[in-house]
């Protein structure tokens, strides 16, 4: 995955690839050692090279900023290959649309049935990872054909939990 990071009107190109153990990652070109654990949502503890940092997100009058060690940068993130990100996001999307797993867990409730209709971010269903609860949301308004994810059920990174259309 690569990506075009700003940070305070700084661009950084970073490339992540993921590994057995975590990721390999890139910046501007140069090899770093990484290792992140969600902590809570809009918050993460990062190992780069060896220290560690408690890195959190915050949306601010349509900013986004995100605070380490205590000092807060203006970031963005933006992926160079991604057509659906230059016209305008997947909620404007036609046609079906998988949700999958962010990360691996266990789906612990089905907040919507199959066939019922879903707005543009309402939640779809809540997977458990790492002792924290994931609100897995709709990327668009449609309605639910499948869930192919059950209460209870072990889930990977990149496994389909439902189909919106």
């Known amino acids: 995955m690569i990506y075009d990071i700003t940070i305070d009107g700084k661009v950084h190109k970073l490339n992540m690839r993921r590994k057995e153990n975590g990721w390999q990652c890139q910046l501007d070109g140069r090899e770093i050692a990484v290792d992140a654990v969600l902590m809570q949502p ?58 999958t797993a962010p990360m691996p867990g266990k789906v612990v409730r089905l907040l919507v049935s199959e066939k019922s209709e879903v707005e543009a971010g309402q939640g779809v269903m809540v997977v458990e990872a790492m002792k924290m609860q994931n609100e897995i949301k709709s990327p668009k308004k449609g309605i639910v054909q499948k869930l192919t994810a059950v209460v209870g059920a072990a889930v990977n990174a990149g496994d389909v939990l439902a189909v919106i259309e």
Do not use: T
Request: net charge positive; charged share 30%.
């Open 42 to 99: 809009n918050m993460l503890s990062i190992i780069v090279d060896g220290r560690v940092y408690e890195v959190q997100r915050e949306s601010l009058a349509g900013e986004n900023h995100v605070w380490v060690a205590g000092i807060r940068y203006k970031a963005e993130v933006s992926d160079p290959r991604s057509l659906r990100g230059r016209k305008g996001g997947a909620a404007n999307e036609s046609g079906p649309r998988k949700i």
